[in-house]
């Protein structure tokens, strides 16, 4: 069995699978509260199948970008069991797994999500059962997103009302917008993804594994130093 772990942002995604596909997923808002829940959730989840930590044959786990606290504890949470565990984990960036939710639709696929002020996004097109960047991971604004995708694009994520506003101001023809519980991520999805990269043999090293981040996180530094010469 994979377990997948997803926290790149206020809502908080485990899923288990297995040879016959999807067995659990579950999805709840934990606005910062990631660490705090995350394992609680698994046991909750593992117990629902009556099953135990030793039946997790891999971790699958969503790489961001998104909350920088979130990801930083998705991805150590997955390095942690896959180490303790001695079984390999699957990192997949975290707008990619969106994006397969909509292959189907055979058009190219543009995930969107909040970044402060501005909106995060990545587009992607399918081709042989593989998903190849159009446009990489990137901040902008919805103007900006319209520039890089003039044609018809599946356009998913949770945007707050005013960002989705923006962004349908700025919709081209041909554009399918997916928003609210439509256009959110599913941790069965990114399960699914893991669990193929699983079976090819696509696997991470725990040790070297880092979350992906499109900007560094805005971390202020101390007004003066402990150990300047006028002390703190």
């Known amino acids: 069995m994979l377990i997948a772990l997803d926290t790149a942002d206020e809502y908080l995604g485990l899923a288990a699978y297995a040879e016959g596909g999807l067995l659990a997923e579950e999805v709840w808002l934990v606005g910062r509260n990631h660490s705090v829940e995350l394992l ?3 046991r909750r989840l593992l117990a629902k199948l009556r099953a135990d930590i030793g039946a997790v044959r891999a971790v699958g786990v969503s790489l961001g970008p998104g909350s920088f606290n ?3 504890v998705g991805v150590s949470t997955a390095k942690a069991l896959a180490y ?3 079984v390999p984990v699957i990192g997949v960036p975290t707008l990619e797994a969106h994006a397969w939710q909509f292959a189907a639709f055979g058009l190219p696929v543009a995930c969107v999500q909040p970044a402060g002020r501005e909106v995060v996004f990545g587009v992607f097109k399918f081709k042989d059962g593989e998903a190849v960047r159009l446009v990489a991971e990137r901040v902008g604004s919805p103007a900006d997103l319209a520039a890089a995708l003039p044609g018809p694009a599946v356009v998913c994520g949770s945007l707050p009302p005013g960002r989705l506003a923006e962004l349908r101001q700025h919709a081209r023809e041909g554009w399918v917008i997916l928003s609210g519980t439509a256009g959110r991520r599913r941790p069965g999805v990114l399960a699914e993804v893991a669990w193929g990269r699983l079976l090819a043999g696509r696997t991470d090293d725990p040790l ?15 007004r ?9």
Request: hydrophobic share 25%; glycine share 16%.
């Open 84 to 86: 303790g565990l001695g």
């Open 224 to 232: 003066r130093s402990p150990f300047s010469p006028d002390g703190p």
């Open 40 to 42: 609680p959730g698994l």
């Open 208 to 222: 070297a594994l880092e979350p992906l981040y499109v900007r560094p996180p805005q971390i202020t530094p101390p």
């Open 70 to 72: 979130g990801i930083r």
